[in-house]
Structures are given as structure tokens and as C-alpha cells.
């Protein structure tokens, strides 16, 4: 699809590889055809380039139409939707006021309430605390975490049991948002795909789409992904 005129080299966009956030921004932008350059950065590192950038040590960062660089989640989400959007339509922003109103309440739920219950628990003990020398995952955290899991599936099983898509009757941000979260929990191999059979199933429509063989195809040094990770029938 072509997409608005740039002016500009290719827009960049700092990263971690299993960084949801960061995998939300890439699969956005691949649905839309533009191509990014990536830099990888270990956020928890609190590495001195990426505090100059971002005090706050988060991700994703973008660099593009803007002097200034887009920092978080929702600033590049809103930076990519104002300079990146297909001339030709095709915004995963629904254009009803009401459809948006359910996208963006699904989005935050992904975003802070998923991400705040599980996702960033599991990326802490599994893959930060592997730079901390001596650090081991913590079971009671892991424990705690999977159990929330559990019910935050139950209850997307239960909206998609009624819906098209996470948000209705149209795709929107409010699946890639929770894609990027479940592709970086399936990578982990925390998943429990036979107790969740419409997310599944859902998951499998979003995962044969070309903009996700961004992630398929990435590995993390000394942490392959679980079996069936990148396979479109799992």
C-alpha cells in the first residue's frame, strides 16, 4: 500500500525484540508498508543513550517525521497514525465514533492492565533478570502472573465468542495491540492454547497476516521460542 510522502530517510524505531509494545508499533507499520529501521535496546539495562532519550527507560521510541522523537506507546502509536496511515485508507483506527470509543478501551486494557498483571512479570523474571548475575526467576511471581493470565483469557475468550474481531465487527488496533502481547507470551511459551479455543482461533487469522512475519521470524540469543512459535497452524 502506499502510504503518505515522507520527505525523509526511513523512520527508526528503538526496540526489544520481545518488547510488546515495541512488537505492537512493528506490526502496525508492517500492515501499513513501511518499512522500519530497527536498534535494540535491553530497557532494564537502563542503558545511558536510552535514558538521554527516555528518563523513563521505556520503549518503543520512534524516529521520523518529527524533529523530535516519539517516545512511548501512545506517542508513537499517534505519531505513526498521523504520518504513516495508507493514502489510500485503510487505518486501523475505526472511523465510528462508537467502534473507536471499544478500541480504545480495549487497548488500554491491553496496554496497562494486562501488561501490568502479567506480561511485564513474566518478561522481568525470564528474560531481565538473565543480565543480573545470580538473579533466578522468582515462582511465586510466576505463579501469580499465569493465574491472571488465565483470567484475562477468559474473559477475550468470551468477547471473541460473540465477535469478528476483538472489537467487533472490524479488525482494529485493539487486535494488533493484544497480537503483539500474546505473540511475546507465546514466544516465552506461557500459552495454554487448548484452554482458550476462540482466542486461538482468532490468534491464527492474525498470525497468517504478512505483517506478522516480522515476528515470526525473531529470536532471542540463548532463548528459542516454544514449539509451534512461528508455526501458522499450532
Known sequence: MATKQLGRPMPSLVHYPLDPSSRLIRLICAEYGVPLDL???????RDEQLL???????????????????IGILAVIHAVEDFYVPADG??????D?????????????VLFKLNDEVTRYLIEEKIAKRD???????????????????EHMLYFNWLLASRNWLG???????????AAH????????????AKANEVRDWYSRLKSRPAFRTL?????VAMPPSKGYADLDF
Open 39 to 45: 536498534e535494540e535496546m535491553r530497557p532494564w539495562l
Open 52 to 70: 538521554e532519550l527516555n528518563p523513563a527507560a521505556t520503549l518503543p521510541i520512534l524516529f521520523g517525521e518529527s524533529e523530535t522523537p516519539a
Open 90 to 95: 485503510g487505518s486501523l483506527m475505526p472511523g
Open 97 to 109: 465514533p462508537h467502534a473507536r470509543a471499544e478500541m480504545w478501551r480495549l487497548v488500554e486494557w
Open 132 to 150: 543480573q548475575r545470580g538473579a533466578t526467576p522468582e515462582p511465586s511471581v510466576l505463579r501469580a502472573a499465569k493465574t491472571n493470565l488465565t
Open 168 to 178: 467487533g465487527d472490524e479488525m482494529s488496533l485493539a487486535d494488533f495491540a493484544l
Open 182 to 193: 500474546l505473540s511475546t507470551l507465546d514466544y516465552m511459551g506461557d500459552l495454554d492454547w
Open 216 to 220: 515470526l521470524n525473531d529470536r532471542v
